[in-house]
């Protein structure tokens, strides 16, 4: 609902055009400014556990207040509260994407506030999703079994988390419609111990034993990559210990250091059991749209399912989820429900897709239309090449980081994002992580840059990803120095 202002506050309306119009245009003037000033604002939050608590009423106001009120709170109250993923100074975890296509797509889905249950409540919903996955589909050169003119077909999710909980449903009902509902506490699951924790949640959620996730062990001589032999290894252990396989999960570009796990050969291991192989390239799959990275999807032809993060690196904004299955029945006979209410003669025809029997939620949103106005309005060389200004504007900064002689790279850099750490003088190890610990705070704390941290081999590492929309070499440069700043004053201190 929009509303019109007065003396007493606002007026509410139901939506009306002219009111829409009025107010839009004041929500898209602040929104603007917000991009135009983002770098005066520090990039990590400053502010302390419950201080919104101590700014904002108890109580839902009884009477309207106007939209100037609103907007003033947000100004003072909301955004020092925020920390900015979109800052170009925004280097941590992986970056969540926006763009000004990406905004128009969303902004129309908002404006049409749709329900997109089944084909029926929206066809326009359902059939623009599967031509823009298919279209994704194409772009990355997956299979034609994960088109929507196959056996199986693309879906928006909303992340990477409920694509592979989805996923992981649909493999054990599968194992289990064949072996009985008893044999649950004896099916295993693998990845490795750079599987992404949402793995673990779905397994928590989907009620596989704990004792039965099985994330094997990375070296770094094989890069954080899982081993197909380890997975091999624990394939027969179980089996002859009278457990069942049924699930892996490999990645391509784990969150700690972007390994890529050998499809191929982990693929030809596990078509031996008939385990169900997912791909999780939440990250990096956007990478894989341009012909040099393609690569390291090799052996995709051999998942069941794959998963990549549009709102990661592929300028749509949050969320977006794409995930692509081989065979779109063994999604549905897990999650399909149909009431009375909900029948309708084209989904009894079986003549549509109803996406409400691919996922969790029975409602979803308009998320392809973000995606068809950014393929759209970007074009297929402009992302690529964005991909690539942000895979060369890394490579800069770990140039930079080699040239310390102070800084060590500790895994390599296959996308935009580079793992490094501060040496400890006189090599004390045992100082080593704190070291790095306090460099990471004082980075974050200065306001001007803001990054994360993971731990590979037991070393507490620094991460630098870049992938924000409006960042430029002169980030880079900046940050950089910072990072040289910052490390001599400790180590004059240690």
């Not at 060369?392 to 002689?405: G, P, Y």
């Not at 501060?422 to 803001?450: C, H, M, Q, R, T």
Request: proline residues 4%; aromatic residues 10%; glycine residues 6%.
């Amino acid at each position: 609902m929009f509303y019109s202002e007065n003396g007493n506050g606002l007026n509410l309306m139901t939506m009306d055009a002219e009111q829409l119009r009025e107010n839009a245009h004041k929500m898209v003037d602040v929104i603007a400014d917000y991009y135009k000033n983002i770098e005066s604002f520090p990039v990590l939050s400053q502010v302390e556990p419950g201080y919104l608590q101590k700014l904002i009423p108890d109580s839902a106001p009884v009477q309207p207040e106007s939209l100037q009120s609103v907007l003033q709170d947000i100004e003072t109250k909301i955004l020092p509260g925020v920390t900015h993923w979109q800052s170009p100074n925004f280097f941590a975890y992986f970056p969540i994407n926006g763009s000004i296509a990406g905004f128009l797509g969303e902004m129309l889905s908002a404006g049409i506030n749709m329900m997109g249950i089944s084909w029926i409540t929206s066809p326009a919903a359902t059939e623009l999703e599967m031509i823009v996955l298919d279209w994704l589909a194409n772009l990355l050169k997956l299979p034609n079994d994960f088109l929507s003119k196959g056996p199986g077909g693309g879906v928006i999710q909303g992340t990477a988390s409920e694509a592979v909980l989805v996923v992981l449903l649909a493999a054990r009902d599968r194992i289990l419609r064949e072996i009985g509902k008893d044999a649950l506490g004896k099916l295993v699951v693998y990845g490795s111990d750079q599987t992404h924790s949402c793995f673990e949640k779905a397994c928590q959620i989907v009620g596989i034993r704990p004792e039965n996730l099985r994330l094997l062990r990375t070296e770094t001589c094989n890069e954080y990559a899982l081993s197909p032999e380890s997975l091999a290894d624990a394939i027969s252990h179980d089996i002859a210990t009278g457990l069942i396989p049924f699930f892996l999960c490999a990645t391509v570009g784990t969150t700690s250091s972007t390994a890529v796990d050998p499809l191929h050969a982990l693929g030809k291991i596990i078509k031996r059991y008939r385990i169900w192989f997912h791909v999780d390239a939440a990250y990096a799959g956007s990478a894989c749209i341009c012909p040099e990275y393609r690569h390291h999807l090799n052996g995709i032809e051999e998942a069941d399912s794959f998963n990549m993060n549009c709102h990661k690196w592929f300028l749509t904004n949050f969320d977006c989820s794409a995930l692509w299955i081989k065979d779109r029945n063994a999604l549905i006979q897990s999650l399909s429900t149909n009431p009375e209410y909900l029948k309708n003669k084209a989904s009894q025809g079986r003549t549509v897709i109803d996406y409400k029997d691919w996922e969790i939620p029975l409602g979803r949103r308009f998320r392809s239309l973000k995606l068809w106005m950014v393929l759209r309005l970007y074009g297929v060389e402009k992302l690529q090449s964005y991909i690539r200004n942000h895979i060369k504007l890394a490579q800069q900064f770990e140039d930079l980081v080699a040239q310390d002689t102070r800084f060590e790279i500790v895994a390599t850099r296959t996308f935009s994002l580079v793992c490094f750490r501060l040496l400890p003088p006189n090599k004390n190890e045992e100082y080593a992580n704190k070291l790095n610990s306090d460099l990471l705070d004082a980075v974050n704390s200065s306001g001007k840059i803001f990054i994360s941290h993971t731990v590979l081999s037991g070393n507490y590492i620094l991460r630098f990803v870049v992938g924000a929309p409006l960042t430029e070499e002169r980030h880079i440069v900046a940050a950089w120095k910072l990072f040289q700043e910052a490390s001599s004053s400790l180590l004059e201190n240690s």
